[in-house]
Structures are given as structure tokens and as C-alpha cells.
């Protein structure tokens, strides 16, 4: 009798599941976080599963972390930042909710603690998205920016059913990938998630003019290290979102080998000699291969083609190598042709990494006036 009560209520959770999760930024589970990815000045952080949908217009699982801050939550609630992580890889291994201090990715994860618990501290709930893809089933589409800004948003949508002191104001923020993701976030969430207040989005060196970087990637005969490993998780985003351009067929040899480590390795591991690293860019594709559809379906998520409404803040360092400061200058200078409130923030001698630090202050005082 026992068995036949447990399947019959496996059965009705099974019936059930489509039902109950009908909505993006539906709840699938919630449990308690420890380690690495609990941020040490949290009052509590849940491991979440979530629902979104993807490019693809079907359902998708998401994970993530949800953090609130300690003591009482003031009377219209918590305040919450949605932050978007930089590039750990595509791995599930890499997604920010598995991470440890074994984890291969974990030096390109836990960076950004400081700041996150500085807001913590100053009573912000600080939600993180693993991204479609990453750390749940199916392909995790590197600078897809549609699958990043759903991702972005719908956790903050789970957030308020994991703890209903969570508030319906919101602000977004990101650091590289991450920045990329919270330009796309913003021009979604208007339409996404009409329900909540986006005040603000703060954007550390955001990624943009991808598609017109791949003359210059294909230029450069010098082995690449991490350029080489992040060119390929482009590839592999493409590749799964766009399967009809075939781009497996213009890899070369070498590059063909080394493919399947861009669903194995963390970026960290990807940019090694015996890796991706190992490659020059120009040894990705077959000479005389046309890349113009690739390049084109790239272009779709660059975010320099947005249009943002809401307040946004970009920070940039003027020493950074990896996103390059005039990219984000033009950035800029056409988010504002198309209508944009951008305050733009440059520092010397400041790099890729060291920008989250150097501007930690400014940031925060903006999102302060914005989330009031």
C-alpha cells in the first residue's frame, strides 16, 4: 500500500509540474546555500531553481542564488540588485551556485564577494543568475543576450516567492559577460516583467561590438590563451542557437578536436597550452570559410543596437585589455543616439578586473539614489 501511495503521488507531482511552474520566474525549489556561494554578510542564501523561457520560445530551468540581507526588512521590503556574473565558461561545473575554492572557476566567481556584501550590508537582496544554461540542462548561450536577460529578470521574479519581503524595486548590474547581460536585461524588462520597478542598472565594462571582432579574431596567428577559449564559447553559442549555418563544417582540424572541452572546461582551463589557449584565433576556422551569417547572428546580440529607457550607469576602466575602452565609448555614444540616460564613468590606470574595486563607490551611491 505504501508503494502504491508513493507512486500514485509521484504521479500526481509529474501531472502537476507544468501547471504549477506556468510562468516565468515561477519557484521550482528553493534550499538553503552554504559555502562559497552564501555570501558571508547575508542573513540567508537559498540555491534556487527557476523557471524561464528560452530563445527558443520553449520553457528552460534556471539556478541561481538568492541573498537577503540580515536583520528586519524595512516596510516596502527589500530593495534587490540582480547582479550578472562575468565568464566562468559554458560547464555546468562553472556556474556561480557550484562554486568552491576547488572549483576552476571559482577565481572568476568570487571577485565580485566584496561588493555583493557591501550592498548586503546596505540592505539590498542581492539575487545572482547562473544563466540558462549554466549549471541546468541544455547549452549555455554565451552573450546570448535575450537568454541572459531573462535569466536576469526572471530571478528576481523567484526571489519574491522564496521570500516575500523582497520588493518589487529593482536594480541590475554586471561586470564583462555580465555587463552585456544587464544592458539586455534592461531593454527587456519593460515588457518582461511589467510588474516589478526597474530604477536603475549599473553595467562595469560591459562586452558590446562582438560581431565586430570577428575580423580582428581571425586576423591574430599568435596563440591566444583566454582570447582563443572565449572566441570559442562564442562559436558554441552560435552553433546551438543557429544549428542551420553548419558551422562545425568551417572548423579546422586542431579547432575541431578541441570543441567538445568548451562543454567540459571553465574558461580558466580552456585558455591553457594544452587547450584553447593553445590555438591562435586564426585556427578556428578553414581559410577562405565565410563567417558573414556567423557574424550576423552575432550582431543580433550586440548590445550597442539596444534601446534602454531606464537609468543606466556604465563604469570603465581606461587600462583594460580584455574590453576595449573606445568599444565602450561607442557604446555609449550610441545608446545615448537612441534616446538613453547614461552616466559614464572612466578611471585611469584601471583594468578589466580592478574596475568592480575602483568603482565600487560610484556605483553604489547611484544605485542608492536610484533604488530610494
Known amino acids: 500500500m505504501r508503494r502504491f501511495l508513493a507512486v500514485l503521488t509521484l504521479l500526481f507531482v509529474a ?28 542573513g540567508r542564501t537559498w540555491k534556487v531553481l527557476y523557471r524561464s523561457v528560452g530563445v527558443d520560445g520553449k520553457p ?7 541573498s537577503v540581507p540580515k536583520g528586519k526588512a524595512p516596510k516596502r521590503g527589500w530593495p534587490v540588485i540582480t547582479y550578472d556574473h562575468g565568464t566562468t565558461g559554458i560547464a555546468d561545473v562553472c556556474a556561480p551556485s557550484r562554486d568552491s575554492g576547488s572549483n ?14 557591501r550592498w548586503l550590508r546596505a540592505g539590498y537582496a542581492v539575487v545572482r543568475t547562473d544563466y540558462q544554461g549554466l549549471g541546468t540542462a541544455g547549452v549555455h548561450g554565451f552573450l546570448v543576450g535575450v537568454a541572459e536577460g531573462r535569466s536576469t529578470l526572471d530571478v528576481v521574479r523567484a526571489a519574491r516567492r522564496v521570500d516575500p519581503r523582497v520588493s518589487k524595486r529593482f536594480a541590475i548590474s554586471g561586470h564583462s559577460q555580465g555587463g552585456h547581460a544587464a544592458l539586455w536585461a534592461a531593454a527587456l524588462a519593460p515588457k518582461w516583467t511589467p510588474e516589478l520597478s526597474l530604477r536603475g542598472t549599473v553595467a562595469f565594462a560591459p ?21 582563443t577559449g572565449e572566441a570559442a564559447l562564442v562559436v558554441r553559442a552560435i552553433d546551438d542557437t543557429n544549428p ?5 563544417s568551417l572548423f579546422t582540424d586542431k579547432f575541431a578536436a578541441l570543441y567538445p572541452e568548451t562543454l567540459s572546461k571553465c574558461l580558466s582551463q580552456l585558455a591553457q597550452p594544452d587547450s584553447m589557449g593553445g590555438l591562435a584565433p586564426s585556427e578556428i576556422f578553414k581559410k577562405d570559410s565565410d563567417l558573414g551569417p556567423m557574424t550576423a547572428a552575432i ?37 545615448r543616439g537612441r534616446g538613453g540616460h547614461v552616466t ?13 574595486v575602483t568603482a565600487a563607490n560610484h556605483a553604489t551611491a547611484y544605485l542608492k539614489k536610484h533604488l530610494r
Do not use: F, M, W
Open 15 to 42: 501531472c502537476a509540474a507544468p501547471a504549477a511552474y506556468a510562468k516565468h520566474g515561477d519557484l521550482i525549489s528553493k534550499r538553503k546555500a552554504t559555502g562559497d556561494p552564501a555570501l558571508a554578510d547575508a
Open 60 to 66: 528552460i530551468t534556471v539556478s541561481g542564488l538568492v
Open 104 to 117: 576552476p572557476a571559482h577565481a572568476y566567481i568570487a571577485y565580485i564577494n566584496p561588493l555583493l556584501n
Open 207 to 227: 562586452a558590446s561590438h562582438i560581431s565586430e571582432l570577428v575580423s580582428l579574431v581571425g586576423a591574430s596567428n599568435t596563440p591566444g590563451g583566454g582570447l
Open 244 to 248: 542551420g549555418l553548419k558551422l562545425p
Open 299 to 335: 550582431d543580433l546580440n550586440d548590445p550597442e543596437n539596444l534601446k534602454i529607457k531606464s537609468p543606466l550607469d556604465v563604469e570603465q576602466g581606461k587600462a583594460d585589455t580584455t574590453v576595449q575602452p573606445a568599444l565602450t565609448d561607442d557604446l555609449v555614444k550610441q545608446l
Open 344 to 356: 559614464y564613468k572612466k578611471y585611469d590606470s584601471t583594468s578589466h578586473g580592478g574596475v568592480v
